[in-house]
RNA sequence: GUGGGCGUAGCUCAAUUGGCAGAGCAUCGGGUUGUGGUCCCGAGGGUCGUGGGUUCGAGCCCCAUCGUCCACCCCA
């Protein structure tokens, strides 16, 4: 029987690889250029990892396994666990803010549909320790310089954001228990995802108290563009409140200041699954909203404490491939990437063996020339054949002591010395 | 885990009621024994996803299974 690649994972053939490395090669340049450092960790971690960041669930939504001296091992699934795992094992060496990025490969056993796979690649950039607000918009920041890196505009990906503290706890006030409140913000999460006499019934379901509903639709649907409560909420304000709201208008100052305002817009939906997130959320989507979000983040103030460390604020984002990679395709915006050869060296001279021109191809990629030549013996047409086929630039026909150096994009030929060539060869070639 | 669509050459797809598996593109070669690309000609490449069933006969009908795409659940 013949293989074929394992379900929800890919094959890169080299024209996939370039296009891969080309997204990620722009990940990796913003991410420095915006001050962040690289680092990686395992693909392996223990299953407990996840466990205690996510529960029990999680469990059968990631690839475990165990090995023969009985640990229960999984493919990492994010990596921010890894991340807090590693900053807390150095946390007093480490000079803040952290500003780390990485471009994991990671894993999830679901079943693939689009813009979901198994398999697959995610830049990811975290702020740790820094100031709150500030760090966030500047993760917002980075990812637009990203976006923009590739091409992407503000009418192209939107930028949505809102404060889960700012949430959790106008539901408090409003009435709400604490314990409660996560499976609300499940509900609400559904508010734009599905229609409005659905949501309705989800909502009467989750709050039977007649007393508290009004108080959260009139959140819903009142709050401003800036996330300011509406004029019949404002009693509710209290001390945590206010300070969700001092949160809010730091990081939408901070957006206008990175000057990115106007691909920013509040929006009270946006909640983000059951995360851990504690603060500012965000997600990045197409200006259509037809695909899933193309990026998400926001800030998991409890996440290195949850895991054995201390309680320092955290914020950062992770951008899949695999959304980005439809987006980018659907607008246009991936370049004709070809594996283009500087020189292709062939004989002129049939019927001698192939010395000399693998020491002269040996000589020109030593110089720095991308360089390939065929051995064989045969009419210069045929081998001229080979040479464009490879889309080379020049095909440089070697002939003893010279050589004819054809620009394979205008047909012009020039001969040259040797040694002359090989003393210099990005004079001739670049 | 659930539901639906689709599986024929490397790719995109044909194949009449169930009657000899085809085309374009791509690849390789030739036209062209020292000058490529365009053009012309030719070749290779298929257990029709897999297994079973119905039939004189199955790419086509039936069952199962795998894969794939889309959606649901979930979404870190």
């Known amino acids: 029987m013949a293989f ?10 080299p024209e996939d690889m370039a296009i891969r490395n080309w997204i990620t090669e722009a990940w990796r340049r913003v991410s420095i250029r915006n001050g962040f450092v690289e680092f990686d960790g395992p693909v392996l971690e223990y299953l407990d990892l996840y466990r205690v960041k996510s529960g029990e669930e999680i469990v059968s939504q990631l690839f475990n396994l165990t090995d023969r001296a009985g640990r229960q091992l999984a493919m990492r699934p994010e990596i921010t666990p890894t991340l807090a795992r590693m900053v807390n094992a150095k946390i007093n060496s480490l000079p803040r803010p952290i500003k780390w990025f990485s471009v994991p490969r990671l894993f999830r056993a679901e ?4 813009g979901r796979l198994r398999e697959f690649f995610q830049w990811n950039i975290d702020i740790i320790g820094g100031e709150e607000g500030i760090s966030d918009a500047e993760c917002v920041f980075t990812a637009i310089d990203a976006l923009q890196e590739l091409g992407l505009t503000a009418g192209e990906a939107q930028v949505r954001y809102s404060s889960r503290k700012l949430l959790s706890e106008v539901l408090k006030a409003a009435g709400l228990s604490a314990e409660s409140v996560p499976g609300m913000l499940a509900v609400l999460d559904k508010r734009s995802k599905v229609p409005a006499e ?60 990175f000057g990115i305002a106007d691909w920013c817009k509040y929006d009270v939906n946006v909640v983000r699954g059951l995360a851990y997130y504690t603060g500012i959320v965000y997600e ?5 909203q037809s695909l899933r979000a193309v990026a998400g983040g926001g800030r998991y103030d409890n996440l290195l404490e949850v895991l054995g460390g201390p309680k320092v604020g955290a914020t950062g984002l992770g951008m899949g491939d695999a959304v980005l990679g439809i987006l980018l395709e659907e607008k246009g915006k991936r370049p004709v990437l070809t594996n283009r050869l500087d020189a292709f060296v062939i004989s002129g001279l ?12 040996a000589k020109l990629r030593r110089g720095g020339i991308i360089c390939d030549y065929s051995a064989r013996s045969a009419n210069v047409g045929k081998l001229l054949k080979e040479a464009n086929r490879r889309q080379a630039r020049y095909a440089v026909i070697l002939s003893g002591p010279s050589a004819g150096l054809k620009d394979l994009g205008t047909g012009q030929q020039v001969d040259v010395n040797v040694a002359e060539l090989v003393s210099d060869p990005r004079r001739f070639l670049v």
Request: no cysteine; glycine share 6%; net charge negative.
């Open 4 to 13: 074929q690649a394992v379900k929800g994972t890919r094959d890169f053939y």
């Open 198 to 257: 659905a949501f309705a019934e989800m909502l009467a379901g989750a709050v039977t108290d007649e007393a508290i509903r009004p108080k959260v639709l009139a959140f819903l649907e009142g709050s401003s563009g800036t996330g300011d409560l509406p004029q019949e909420l404002q009693s509710l304000k209290n001390e945590p409140i206010e300070q969700a709201l001092a949160e809010l208008k730091t990081f939408q100052k901070a957006l206008d200041a």
């Open 111 to 114: 079943n693939p549909q689009k």
């Open 350 to 361: 049939e019927g001698q063996d192939a010395s000399a021109v693998l020491s002269l191809a």
């Open 284 to 288: 990045v989507f197409d200006a259509a």
